[in-house]
């Protein structure tokens, strides 16, 4: 569920709805509107702010990232193929959901981590 | 992380019958809980004994750490809606809420206010719809900002509007008070969307009980060609078994990923998997409390 | 819970203050024509120890013709009962038929104080009316007790601090029968029927007997009755102070037709005396005292039995 709500941020990001600096809906308001647990709109927020895309402001709510230029966004479609390409290969080796997000999280961590040293 | 509720052994008998027995169970803060089961399984029981209303026949329950029938101090901390969600009915909707603010020394005015939205405060209860008297049970349950909050069987006359209204107006007040929420519910797609925990009950014992992330990661099903069964690596248990022509599938619980080429393996619902061990004879041995993932390695 | 009593009981306590100003008004109305007949015919001077010629009719004239009225007045005797059962009964039988205790019993306020509020709450409502009611009859019998004393079931059960106390005990009686049945209307059956034995039973049996009573011998024409007392027993007993039973009585008065003489000469003659038993009205007070007392333990014990086991409900 979480899945769907932050698929919808990043569809409003690409198509414009949302702008660098908007706040995104207090938990509450979603919580509201659709009737899901909070602890998954939480979740949800969490990810995105991990993804870079988000970031919370301690007692103010979330907001876009202002410094996310919308024409990268362009890119993740391509990306996204990539992706998908992998993660076919991934469990064709017989490797489960469980291993393969740890082995993306820590991927990334890595790469993340010789970025910024 | 504190536990809410903690039955232990807890069983309850009515006349000859037992409604509830055996019953170990722990329910950790600050989560959604589903409590499931069929007519008569022991959910309104189960509910009953955890607010003081009926008294164990064995075992215990404890509740905030507080036993409910010799500790009535724990009503400040707890919000109950019994099946039918009962009110005075002559009561006005105003009267209903100085009613719950003159019986409750945390009663947040504001909160209810906001929870109950527009509408009449001069209405009577009595002439209030069906979806309107579960949603005021639920505002005066939630204006003292529980710690817990147990709900018997809300939607069981609401319609499907109705039912998504007090669903929303339920994450709503838990997302402002952080409570943790047991819902009980025959029907268990009404609460799908919300529980982060399930707890299965089938005649009085519990069937199933877990983070609902870690159920679905833990079981899958196995289709393939009928065969003996041995030891199938991965599987820890058969949970169901069912063969039609020459096919075999099985619903187990595995302990590690299934690769055996001759299955295919499937993912399973929330609902298949709950109807299956509705369906399962076997009774699971009660289990130590666990408050951390449920994880079945080794 | 002041309020939450006040406004789940306001339908009855409403009810029954309707009930105290319609009876008070009903007894200024009936009164007047009572107390005009009192001064008319001057009964001050009747009474001892003032006398004159022709006051046995003059009194007995006057008890008879408001004696019809002085009958319904002793029905005010239920008033005090029947509203303490109705309002007891109630209190927890209807949050049972309602399913409403699931709701009453699961906030902050625990199950012994809730019952225990609402049935102080209760019962100081109730003991007032019933004041108020006591009140208003005294001042209705004014006349009549001038005349006929107090002492008697039909003055003293209305007037004084009996009933209040009947009252309480009602209500007491009420609320436990309501939290044992569950049922409103089995409660009420079951709560009056235990008052009213309770009443009766305390009435015959121990009233009587709460101070020794006195006894006086008459010998002479007149029954001796003095109209204040309350009047026990009435009995003719012989020389050694053996009862004279109705039919020896009968067969001496017969003796005594058929030799010609004067029967009370007769019963004289034989050493035969009337013994009167009774309860003298200056007592009044103190029987009150004592028959209140009796119904308010009887209810606080009602009362506390049922806070006891409110906590033990439902099993």
Redesign the interface.
């Given at each position: 569920?979480y899945v769907q709500i932050v698929q919808q941020v990043k569809e409003a990001l690409r198509l414009g709805l949302l702008d660098g600096g908007e706040q995104l809906p207090t938990?509450?308001e979603v919580?509201?509107?659709?009737?899901?647990?909070?602890?998954?709109?939480a979740k949800a927020y969490r990810e995105l702010e991990r993804e870079g895309l988000v970031v919370a402001r301690q007692g103010r709510g979330t907001f876009v990232s202002s410094s996310l230029p919308a024409a990268s966004l362009e890119h993740h479609d391509d990306l996204r193929r990539q992706l998908e390409q992998w993660f076919r290969a991934a469990q064709r080796a017989?490797?489960?959901?469980?291993?393969i997000r740890a082995l993306v999280s820590s991927t990334l961590r890595e790469a993340l981590a010789r970025r910024a040293a | 992380m504190t536990a809410t509720l903690e039955a232990s052994a807890l069983g309850k008998r009515f006349r000859r019958a037992w409604a509830l027995r055996n019953c170990t169970l722990t329910i950790p803060e600050h989560t959604v809980v589903g409590l499931t089961g069929p007519n008569g399984s022991g959910k309104s029981t189960l509910l009953g004994l955890a607010v003081g209303l009926l008294a164990p026949s064995e075992g215990s329950i404890l509740v905030l750490g507080r036993d409910p029938r010799s500790d009535p101090s724990v009503f400040a901390e707890i919000g109950y809606v019994s099946q039918e969600a009962p009110l005075y009915r002559s009561f006005t909707v105003g009267e209903m809420l100085e009613f719950a603010r003159s019986t409750n020394p945390r009663w947040d005015r504001s909160l209810a206010a906001e929870l109950l939205g527009a509408g009449s405060t001069e209405t009577r209860v009595a002439a209030l719809s069906s979806g309107d008297r579960a949603r005021l049970a639920l505002t005066l349950a939630l204006g003292k900002r529980p710690r817990l909050l147990l709900l018997d069987e809300p939607f069981a006359r609401l319609d499907p509007l109705a039912g998504r209204e007090f669903l929303q107006l339920l994450m709503d007040g838990v997302s402002e008070t952080g409570s943790t929420v047991v819902v009980a519910s025959r029907v268990v797609t009404d609460i799908e969307r919300v529980c982060e925990r399930i707890v299965l009950l089938a005649d009085g014992h519990v069937r199933l009980e877990g983070a609902v992330e870690d159920l679905l990661a833990d079981h899958r099903v196995l289709t393939g060609a009928r065969r003996p069964l041995g030891t199938i690596h991965g599987v820890e248990r058969i949970v169901r078994e069912r063969h039609s022509g020459r096919q075999l599938t099985l619903l187990v619980k595995t302990d590690a990923p299934v690769l055996d080429p001759s299955w295919s393996v499937d993912e399973i619902g929330l609902e298949e998997l709950l109807l299956a061990y509705m369906a399962s004879e076997e009774v699971p041995a009660p289990r130590p409390p666990q408050l951390s993932r449920l994880r079945w390695h080794g | 819970m002041a309020w939450v009593t006040w406004r789940q009981h306001r339908p009855q306590l409403l009810a029954m203050a309707g009930l105290v100003l319609g009876v008070a008004l009903a007894a200024l109305v009936t009164d007047l024509p009572i107390r005009a007949a009192y001064h008319r015919q001057a009964l001050a001077s009747c009474l001892p120890p003032a006398t004159r010629s022709g006051c046995d009719i003059i009194v007995s004239h006057f008890r008879g013709e408001f004696a019809g009225r002085v009958a319904v007045a002793r029905w005010l005797m239920v008033l005090p009962g029947l509203a303490g059962l109705l309002v007891g009964a109630p209190l927890v039988a209807r949050e049972f038929e309602h399913g409403t205790y699931r709701l009453a019993w699961t906030q902050s306020v625990s199950r012994r104080r809730w019952l225990l509020s609402k049935t102080s709450l209760l019962a100081l409502v109730v003991v007032v009316g019933a004041a108020v009611l006591a009140g208003v009859a005294t001042w209705w019998r004014v006349p009549l007790d001038a005349v006929g004393g107090r002492m008697s079931p039909g003055a003293f059960d209305i007037e004084g601090l009996v009933v209040p106390a009947y009252a309480f005990f009602a209500l007491g009686v009420g609320v436990l029968a309501g939290l044992l049945l569950r049922r409103t209307i089995a409660a009420v059956s079951v709560a009056l029927a235990a008052f009213v034995a309770v009443r009766l039973g305390v009435e015959k049996l121990l009233r009587p007997h709460f101070l020794p009573p006195l006894h006086r011998t008459v010998t002479g024409l007149t029954q001796g009755q003095l109209a204040p007392d309350w009047i026990l027993n009435n009995s003719l007993v012989d020389a050694v102070g053996r009862q004279i039973s109705t039919s020896r009585e009968d067969l001496a008065i017969l003796h005594a037709q058929q030799a010609g003489i004067d029967p009370q000469g007769y019963f004289l003659s034989l050493g035969w005396r009337r013994v009167i038993t009774f309860q003298p009205p200056g007592r009044f007070w103190a029987f009150q005292g004592i028959e209140a007392a009796i119904f308010v333990v009887l209810g606080l014990l009602a009362v506390g039995l049922a806070v006891t086991l409110v906590r033990r409900t439902p099993a």
């Open positions: 569920m938990v509450r919580v509201a509107d659709l009737a899901i647990n909070p602890n998954t709109v017989g490797i489960d959901e469980e291993s | - | -």
